[in-house]
């Protein structure tokens, strides 16, 4: 079953724009990370951010989390066209090792 | 530093054929993961392995699929009989593995493509 959320399911916007997408689940978790995926090729993993953590930095990336309402947001400031790609929010549950995908977010940005 | 190697990249079979995949992971890599990924998902994940031990395959379909990692390294995922459903992405993924480590960042193959006719 998958446990994350992601909304919306698909994004179109400017290149330049800021984008952001949202990602929900039902379970506690150790971390949460953000994954992006280029048509026809693997995951690329791009954030990490701890159940004791708020907010985290990366580049162009911001990740905020919220334990109490099982949320997080991935924010991509100044986007660029090649950042079109589909990107998804995965958990790692408390006491295991494995991630459980949500459905992904497909942004496309127009040059 | 290699990445996460698989092949084939793609395959066409018809049903009630066997497929087989193979997954290189990163040195070093203790941990392995198998994921299928259908269009328009996110991965799901089929079976994980701690060197050559499972540690779940609870939503491996047992009946047709079939996972092994032989001296904790290279992996092989089996599909006997295919089925139309079974047309997905299978990604490999591998991570490092340090005792009382509670973040698991994971390095993902390209995937083979699987189309069943």
């Known amino acids: 079953s998958q446990q994350g959320e992601e909304d919306p399911q698909a994004l179109s916007i400017q290149e330049g724009e800021n984008a952001t997408m949202n990602c929900s689940y039902k379970?506690?978790?150790?971390?949460l990370q953000w994954y992006r995926q280029n048509s026809g090729r693997g995951l690329v993993h791009l954030i990490l951010i701890r159940s004791n953590e708020r907010e985290k930095h990366s580049g162009r990336l911001r990740v905020t989390l919220d334990t109490s309402k099982k949320s997080s947001s991935l924010l991509i400031t100044a986007s660029r066209a090649a950042d079109t790609a589909s990107y998804f929010c995965?958990?790692?549950?408390?006491?295991?090792?494995?991630?459980?995908f949500g459905s992904g977010t497909r942004l496309q940005v127009q040059p | 530093e290699a990445g996460v190697a698989q092949s084939p990249r793609y395959k066409i079979i018809e049903k009630r054929q066997s497929v087989a995949f193979w997954c290189n992971p990163i040195s070093g890599h203790a941990t392995l993961y198998w994921y299928q990924q259908i269009l328009g998902q996110g991965p799901k994940l089929l079976i994980q392995f701690q060197n050559n031990g499972v540690v779940d395959d609870s939503q491996l379909p047992k009946d047709r699929f079939s996972a092994e990692r032989l001296k904790g390294v290279d992996s092989t995922l089996k599909i006997q009989p295919a089925k139309l459903e079974d047309s997905a992405v299978y990604l490999c993924?591998?991570?490092?593995?340090?005792?009382?480590?509670?973040?698991?960042?994971?390095?993902f193959g390209p995937g083979t493509r699987l189309t069943v006719l």
């Open positions: 379970t506690s978790i150790n971390n």
């Open positions: 993924a591998s991570s490092p593995f340090a005792s009382g480590r509670r973040d698991n960042e994971q390095f």
């Open positions: 995965a958990t790692q549950r408390t006491g295991r090792r494995a991630l459980t």
